[in-house]
């Protein structure tokens, strides 16, 4: 079933299955989030992942998804999202995002989250606070009769609020049979505009956000995207369902439900 231009609506059943990936990517990124030490490589976090998405039937979405050579993103620092996993070893101090998907029985499960190494400081503490505090109110909005810009704008005004900046150029998508559907879920928007919210639609929710400005430049690489003023970026990010009860975390850490 589709609505408007290509948003696909699922059924009972495919969100079940949802939430089977939901669970497993969560499952997947708390290991590589415990993993995520000081001396440990990117490249050891993208082994972790994908052998637990493959131990439980699962593979993972990001592999070889128009060329992506690895199974997660692994995003130190200013490297805001896409950062390929590799031989770079983490230290105490840095920030890494960790983003993941799974696709277990035809359907796709998408989760970030960003995770200090060691010890931070306060300010950088703050913004890791402030990307998933940003998620959670982007989350709450999500429901039957809101639209898709009240999601927008609850994002971007925790994120203003504590004087970050919301990266525009990269955004949230709807997700299922495809890892990236309709509709584009931008980080800042206005209230009450955008397309219509309705049971049965399932977003990834995912704030990017930059401690200096919005502006964000890609890396000779292709896919790492990094802050043009090389201030620290953090990201975070679920897959949703909206249901009549409201929304459903399908990537929560504690088993899929419904919340607020
Ligand atoms: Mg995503």
């Not at 306060?122 to 009769?145: F, Y």
């Not at 928007?189 to 049971?199: D, I, K, N, Q």
Request: glycine content about 12%.
């Amino acid at each position: 079933m589709t609505l408007g231009e290509m948003i696909v609506l699922k059924t009972a059943e495919d969100l079940d299955r949802m939430r089977r990936a939901g669970q497993l990517a969560a499952r997947a990124l708390e290991a590589v989030t415990r993993a995520a030490r000081s001396g440990v490589s990117t490249a050891a976090l993208d082994r972790i992942a994908e052998e637990f998405i493959r131990r439980h039937r699962g593979i993972p979405s990001f592999k070889n998804y128009r060329g992506f050579p690895k199974s997660i993103c692994t995003s130190v620092d200013e490297e805001v999202v896409h950062g390929i996993p590799g031989p770079r070893v983490l230290q105490a101090g840095e920030i890494v995002s960790i983003d993941l998907g799974v696709l277990l029985d035809g359907f796709h499960a998408d989760v970030a989250k960003t995770v200090p190494v060691g010890d931070v400081s306060p300010p950088v503490r703050r913004l890791l606070e402030v990307a998933e505090e940003a998620l959670a109110r982007g989350i709450a909005e999500a429901r039957p009769g809101a639209r898709l810009g009240d999601v927008s704008w609850a994002i971007q005004a925790v994120v203003e609020a504590a004087g970050f900046s919301a990266v525009r150029d990269f955004a949230g998508h709807g997700i299922g049979r495809q890892l990236h559907e309709d509709p584009q879920v931008p980080n800042v928007g206005r209230p009450g505009t955008g397309s219509p919210l309705v049971v049965g639609m399932t977003l990834a929710i995912e704030p990017m956000v930059n401690m200096g400005g919005a502006d964000v430049v890609i890396e000779e690489d292709g896919w790492t995207v990094r802050t043009r003023d090389r201030s620290l970026s953090a990201h975070a990010e679920h897959t949703v369902a909206i249901t009549p009860d409201g929304p459903e975390i399908l990537t929560g850490r504690n088993g899929a439900g419904t919340i607020y």
